[in-house]
């Protein structure tokens, strides 16, 4: 199964992806990446590992609809069946939500429904929780729900700064992706031979 990365920024998630792929654990085959950013280092990173990528300028397109027609078209050439959300930092519109349903997964770095948003990890560290985490889900039309694949907790240590909270996130990121993106690839297999 053919799944291609939106994101937005460094990449890091990405990178974690295509290692752990090269390690024959991703049961998708990354077919490149999807970026809203001119300058992004994802993009040179996919490049880098010999991945097409292809930046999509929002403000090209006179809407939503159209700027998700051009990704679409693209996707369609790269025979896509999952998208796979990493750090982009863009709400998906009824384009693509209709034209893949239940096949767009997103990664949160907080235990949803809890600390949903652009700032998970810092809401998490100023609630003075004892634990956040990281959920790997389906998306929808609203902001951070969706059916939910994986989750996993983050004890907090109070003594933690916030840098060492984003570090022991990330590091539970690494790891719970792959997996939540492995038994994605499971379900929409089922779900198409039942078709």
């Known amino acids: 199964m053919k799944a291609i990365v939106f994101a937005s920024g460094s990449g890091t998630n990405f990178d974690a992806l295509v290692k752990v792929s090269r390690q024959g654990k991703l049961d998708v085959d990354l077919a490149g990446v999807v970026c809203d950013k001119e300058q992004a280092p994802v993009r040179q990173k996919a490049v880098t590992y010999g991945l097409p990528e292809r930046w999509f300028n929002p403000k090209a397109y006179p809407s939503k609809t159209e700027y998700e027609k051009a990704i679409l078209e693209w996707l369609h050439e790269l025979d896509v069946e999952m998208i796979i959300l990493s750090g982009y930092m863009r709400i998906v519109g009824k384009t693509l939500l209709d034209a893949y349903p239940n096949r767009i997964v997103n990664l949160h770095p907080a235990m949803l429904p809890n600390f949903p948003g652009a700032h998970a990890i810092r809401d998490a560290y100023e609630a003075k929780v004892p634990q956040t985490g990281v959920t790997v ?10 059916p939910i694949i994986i989750q996993e907790s983050v004890a907090i240590d109070p003594a933690w700064t916030l840098d060492q909270l984003e570090t022991a ?16 690839a499971k379900d929409i297999a089922a779900r198409k031979s039942n078709d």
């Open 137 to 146: 889900h389906y998306i929808d039309e609203n902001i951070d729900s969706g």
């Open 169 to 184: 996130v990330h590091a539970k990121e690494y790891d719970l992706f792959y997996r939540g993106i492995n038994q994605a």
